[in-house]
């Protein structure tokens, strides 16, 4: 490939522009280029002010999440070649406010994020280590959601996140499911509560955008079906 | 509440597949598609059964459709007091229509 | 503890939707067919009621304009193309809510079938409406 690429890049700058524009770059190719190198290449060689975020480069660590060619991916894990065009337009993730250029605020995820509890909390009457076998039926797909590398993509891709901002989020709901379905789990219970709520599952209307974003092959989706059963569950008395 | 609400409608939902199913292959295809009138629907729905089916069809179908209606408006940002107002519309709503509709079906033979 | 000025612009929310995603056509249009349905149900049940208790004459003045007046069956057409729609999309997402199909292949499949079967039963029903 010894043609560039045509590369349009969101820009913004509270301090000293008025409304958001789109910078043109010729970004030149190389083999296996990813969007990480064509946003890197721009801010070493073409404008030093591009702003954006990104850490291990190797789709550890979700920090690089951007919308491109109209979907949220991360960049560093993004081919060029993949893409099938020359021209390539890149902008931050929808959903989310914009600090600058590519660079959004995660507050809003992170709350959410929060709100349900992220981290395990150990039964006290149970012996540590309490051991669930790998194969066990009980893990369900536990094991699928647990990759998730709060990137951000599927809460930029949900409508409902879109439309109402209390809405917790795919992400959010999806790690909520992982410690739910954990027998181990003390707070099982109360994570299902706060889950059970107007802007927890039940604004979920299985879209699937989430499950087309995530870079880990996470389906939220299914997690959040799961939790509806068990909300429903519940009022019937059962809770497995 | 919203547990119950949703199974609800989930359950409403597979009444509607059948008995929408029902109303509208006897309405519309048991006759060869010709016109209805009076006559005709009389002779249909002076039975206990299709009165019965017209009534699941009248509470399921506007419980189904209304909590869909509040379905769409959570999905956007509002207030508490925005949300108890609407709710209690779409019941008002709900209970006049069903009202309405059987006294309609009933009534025709008062 | 540094104080970041935070930039709030605008949210992009319109940049949320996938235009190239199967599942959210599907939502867009079942949430559209419903509304369409909502609308249509109370209408229905007004229509059908006055005209039960009108009486044979009027009843069957009102119906026979809305059999026999070609605007009206066009509308009749649509109606059953959304009552289709948003049924066989439904009987989908009732699939999903007992655990069947979720995943990205498979909620894509399940669709292209069931608006198959939908397409084909709209069809042979306007052939027998207008045969």
Known sequence: MSDPLYVKVFRFNPAS?????????????????AILDVVMHIQNYMDRSLSFRFSCRIGMCGSCAMY????????????????????????????????RDLVVDMEP????????????????????PVVIR?????????????????????????????????????????????????????????????????????????QFNCAEVCPKNIVPTRSIQNLKRRCVLKKFGIFK | ????????????????VIVLGLHIGFLHFSNGGESLNYTDIMARLKTPIFISLDIL?????????????????????????????????LVTMGLSFLGFGIFGLICTFC | MIDIVMAHSSRLSHRSQMWDATGMWAWILHRITGLG????????????????????????ATLSVLMDNPVFELLDIMLLGAVLYHGFNGI????????????????????????????????????????
């Open chain 1, 17 to 33: 522009d008025v409304a958001p524009k789109f910078d043109h770059f010729e970004v030149p190719v190389f083999n296996n280029m």
């Open chain 1, 68 to 99: 491109v060619n109209g979907r949220a991916r991360l960049a560093c894990r993004t081919q060029v070649s993949a893409l099938k065009t020359r021209n390539i337009t890149i902008m931050p993730l929808p959903n989310f406010p914009i600090i």
């Open chain 1, 109 to 128: 995820f992170f709350q959410k994020w929060k709100e349900i509890k992220p981290y395990y909390l150990p039964k006290k009457e149970i012996d540590e």
């Open chain 1, 134 to 206: 790998p194969d066990s039926k009980e893990r369900e797909f536990i094991d699928d959601m647990l990759d998730c590398i709060s990137c951000g993509c599927c809460y930029s891709a949900c409508s409902m996140v879109a439309t109402n901002k209390e809405y917790l989020g795919p992400a959010a709901l999806n790690r909520a499911y992982t410690l739910i379905a954990d027998k181990r789990d003390a707070i099982r219970v109360e994570r299902l509560k706060v889950v059970d709520r107007s802007y927890g599952v039940w604004r979920c209307h299985t």
């Open chain 2, 1 to 16: 509440m919203h547990a119950w609400t949703w199974f609800l409608q989930r359950i409403s939902a597979v009444i509607l």
């Open chain 2, 57 to 89: 069809l009248l509470i399921f179908g506007l419980y189904h459709a209304l909590y869909g209606l509040y379905s769409v408006f959570l999905d956007f940002d509002s207030g508490k007091k925005e949300k108890i107002v609407v709710f209690g519309f």
């Open chain 3, 37 to 60: 349905l909502v609308f249509y149900i109370l209408l229905h049940t007004i229509l059908m009621g006055i005209s039960l208790l009108s009486g044979k004459e009027g009843f069957d």
């Open chain 3, 92 to 131: 989908r997402i009732l699939l999903f809510d007992v655990g069947i199909g979720i995943s990205i292949k498979s909620q894509k499949n399940i669709f292209r079938i069931f608006m198959g079967v939908a397409a084909i039963l709209w069809f042979w029903s306007i052939a027998l409406k207008l045969g």
